[in-house]
């Protein structure tokens, strides 16, 4: 199952798509072409946190947890500074996520000042997701594996030889674009950054 089919049965595509003004195929398709970048953001944090998975967890709670995700979907306006600081921790930049933005535009066929607005929304509803469902497995079955057992789920992990890539399994094939192991490797690349070397994270506006 696509991580944006889980949002859109939770909502969290139409709020997305109330709030920019667009209807919901414009806003599942945006999302379509931002997810795995997103994603393989918080697949490279996964690596570099003590803990791997657990770590990102961590991560995840001090970023805002479930309530980035109940903050899309209020009928209030989200609140997307906190969708900056989500895309800070994950891009380290404001070039990266215009490179992220104008990458989705290509394949999508939207503008990429649309998908700009987009991505710290759609950045907080997989970070207060993923937070929500970690807690949930943690709660049903404490030695499951907690957001490992959950990313699981959610992206079909087949327990193959040889299938974990930085504990984060099939997940890695998923997010990757030309099979070398994260999107957000290519696109670290256009904007001159290298996708080999990882620089620390930087909170702050992502767009």
Same mark, same amino acid.
């Given at each position: 199952?696509?991580?944006?089919?889980?949002?859109?049965?939770?909502?969290?595509?139409?709020?997305?798509?109330?709030?920019?003004?667009?209807?919901?195929?414009?806003?599942?398709?945006?999302? #379509?072409?931002?997810?795995?970048? &997103?994603?393989?953001?918080?697949?490279?944090?996964?690596?570099?946190?003590?803990?791997?998975? *657990?770590?990102?967890?961590?991560?995840?709670?001090?970023?805002?947890?479930?309530?980035?995700? *109940? #903050?899309?979907?209020?009928?209030?306006?989200?609140?997307? #500074?906190?969708?900056?600081? &989500?895309?800070?921790?994950?891009?380290?930049?404001?070039?990266?996520?215009?490179?992220?933005?104008?990458?989705?535009?290509?394949?999508?066929?939207? *503008?990429?000042?649309?998908?700009?607005?987009?991505?710290?929304?759609?950045?907080?509803?997989?970070?207060?997701?993923?937070?929500?469902?970690?807690?949930?497995?943690?709660?049903?079955?404490?030695?499951?594996?907690?957001?490992?057992?959950?990313?699981?789920?959610?992206?079909?992990?087949?327990?193959?030889?040889?299938?974990?890539?930085?504990?984060?399994?099939?997940?890695?094939?998923?997010?990757?674009?030309?099979? *070398?192991?994260?999107?957000?490797?290519?696109?670290?690349?256009?904007?001159?950054?290298?996708?080999?070397?990882?620089?620390?994270?930087?909170?702050?506006?992502?767009?």
């Amino acid at each position: 199952m696509q991580i944006t089919d889980v949002l859109s049965r939770m909502g969290g595509i139409q709020s997305m798509a109330r709030e920019l003004g667009i209807s919901e195929q414009e806003a599942a398709r945006g999302a #379509d072409a931002l997810a795995p970048a &997103v994603l393989g953001g918080f697949k490279k944090q996964a690596q570099s946190q003590p803990g791997g998975l *657990d770590g990102l967890g961590g991560l995840l709670g001090q970023l805002g947890g479930g309530n980035l995700l *109940d #903050d899309v979907l209020s009928s209030q306006p989200t609140h997307v #500074d906190r969708g900056n600081q &989500v895309l800070g921790q994950i891009f380290g930049s404001r070039e990266v996520s215009r490179t992220v933005a104008q990458n989705a535009s290509s394949q999508s066929g939207l *503008d990429p000042a649309l998908l700009k607005k987009m991505l710290p929304m759609l950045a907080m509803l997989v970070a207060g997701y993923m937070s929500k469902e970690r807690g949930a497995a943690a709660q049903a079955s404490p030695k499951s594996g907690g957001l490992a057992s959950m990313l699981s789920g959610i992206f079909g992990r087949r327990r193959t030889a040889g299938a974990g890539v930085g504990g984060l399994g099939g997940l890695a094939s998923m997010l990757d674009m030309n099979k *070398d192991g994260n999107p957000l490797d290519d696109i670290l690349r256009m904007t001159g950054q290298g996708g080999t070397e990882r620089e620390p994270p930087r909170t702050g506006p992502g767009v």
